[in-house]
């Protein structure tokens, strides 16, 4: 009967080292890391640019209003215009005409017997005098007022210009507030007595001191 050798205390074999040993532990653990955030935006609202200056459907009034309110101007500045524009100081009317021809310069002298009223509320003070003479062909002739000196020369060598003459109406004559003033001019004209006589028209002109408008006298 054989015996079996026991061994005691016999030394074991040290294991094989693992080829890939684990890592050491690290010291503290690691936080799981979270993904940034993104950057905080404003919150998005709708602009209107429009409505931010002003359009005329919010700061006007309806349309019929401003239609109204401009004629309502209108009408008013129309009857400031009109109330407030400037008229003439002074009326009147031509009461007498005779003429004579030139003999050989084809060229009449007229008499003119005018009435001159002071419709103003301040003295008036004659100017220039003007005559105006239209033809039946439509041409347009002007003349001043002779000198007052000269009209005793042209009534002697034009006798017919005598007729119903009054005292010379001449340059500085003044006429009161609401006066009344008769005068004579004679002009001259480049026409032939014949068309002096078939004239569409004939006007005097008084321009006064410190006026816009002249009076005019047919």
Same mark, same amino acid.
């Given at each position: ?5 026991v061994?005691? /205390? ?31 935006s404003?919150?998005?609202? /709708? ?7 002003g ?6 009034p ?55 009223? /002071?419709?103003?509320?301040r ?5 220039t ?53 008769k ?36």
């Amino acid at each position: 009967m054989a015996h079996s050798l026991v061994v005691y /205390n016999h030394p074991m074999p040290d294991p094989a080292p693992d080829p890939s040993p684990d890592p050491p532990p690290d010291p503290l653990p690691k936080k799981p890391v979270s993904p940034p955030a993104p950057p905080h935006s404003p919150p998005i609202t /709708n602009f209107h640019i429009g409505e931010e200056f002003g359009t005329a459907k919010r700061t006007l009034p309806p349309a019929g209003i401003v239609l109204i309110c401009i004629a309502a101007v209108a009408i008013i500045v129309g009857i400031l215009a009109f109330t407030e524009r400037p008229k003439p100081q002074g009326a009147g009317s031509i009461d007498f005409v005779s003429a004579a021809e030139v003999p050989g310069q084809d060229m009449i002298l007229a008499a003119i017997t005018v009435t001159l009223r /002071n419709t103003g509320k301040r003295s008036l003070w004659i100017h220039t005098l003007k005559a105006q003479l239209t033809t039946a062909d439509d041409k347009v002739y002007d003349d001043e007022a002779a000198s007052a000196v000269d009209l005793d020369r042209y009534y002697r060598a034009f006798p017919a210009l005598k007729e119903s003459v009054e005292p010379p109406l001449s340059p500085e004559t003044k006429l009161l507030a609401g006066g009344e003033q008769k005068g004579t001019i004679v002009v001259g004209f480049k026409v032939t007595k014949a068309a002096f006589d078939q004239r569409k028209s004939l006007t005097v002109s008084i321009q006064p001191y410190d006026q816009v408008l002249p009076v005019v006298l047919k």
